[in-house]
């Protein structure tokens, strides 16, 4: 059974800064790996998907890197700021299933 | 367009009442899920239809009944249902299930059950 973990669960760091998210899988065999974003009481954004066979993909100040051997994933955020405060959930899609990690709390301070 | 619309936005209902939720898409995507989200925890599947039909179901309570009219429609029945079953319902969809396509979710409905 395919379990995903984020880690931290929560950070709050002040504005510009840059960071990362962190996502691991315990299976290997998947077909993505998508990052969502989620606000209070609102649905999931879509941020990125690399596929099983990428290594990175790049959207604006968003970078999300994959390594399926070790099973971990990395969402980048350079010069953080407010507006990127929320909630950032990894997900790995099995041959059905999309299966979500806990999710990331972000808070960027002014 | 990449939207999934989903009505109502807020659902307040009684136990004893019955009541739908409403997804649509027009991406031409072929695959289409239901999720549940509690609090301050990550989305958990409930069914998935491939091509209208129902191809997943997660052990989810009968009082939910899900439907697919056509490839752009799905609806969740409710009926009988428990308080703690009051949640955020997330619709979804997907160019087809197996693959690695974007799967773009909806803004979801909140339900209260009293």
């Known amino acids: 059974k395919q379990e995903v973990t984020q880690i931290p669960a929560a950070l709050s760091v002040p504005e510009g800064e840059n960071l990362v998210l962190n996502c691991s899988f315990t299976?290997?065999?998947?077909?993505?790996l998508q990052w969502f974003r989620q606000d209070p009481g609102k649905g999931l954004t879509s941020l990125l998907l690399?596929?099983?066979?990428?290594r990175e993909q790049t959207s604006g100040r968003l970078n999300a890197s994959l390594d399926k051997s070790s099973g971990r994933s990395t969402l980048y955020i350079a010069a953080s700021q407010p507006g990127d405060s929320a909630t950032y959930l990894c997900a790995v899609k099995g041959a059905q299933k999309l299966v979500f990690g806990q999710g990331t709390r972000l808070t960027i301070n002014p | 367009d990449t939207e999934v619309t989903q009505t109502p936005k807020h659902l307040v209902m009684g136990m004893t009442n019955k009541k739908s939720l409403k997804c649509e898409q027009h991406m031409g995507h072929r695959a289409m899920y239901w999720y549940k989200q509690k609090a301050k925890k990550p989305p958990e599947l409930m069914f998935v239809y491939s091509y209208e039909k129902l191809s997943i179901n997660e052990s989810v309570p009968s009082r939910f009944s899900p439907e697919c009219p056509n490839s752009s429609l799905l609806n969740l029945h409710l009926h009988a249902l428990q308080p703690e079953d009051s949640a955020l319902y997330l619709c979804a969809s997907s160019q087809d299930p197996s693959g690695g396509n974007t799967i773009y979710f909806g803004e979801g409905s909140w339900l209260t059950v009293v």
């Open positions: 690399i596929q099983s066979s990428q």
């Open positions: 299976d290997s065999a998947i077909y993505n």
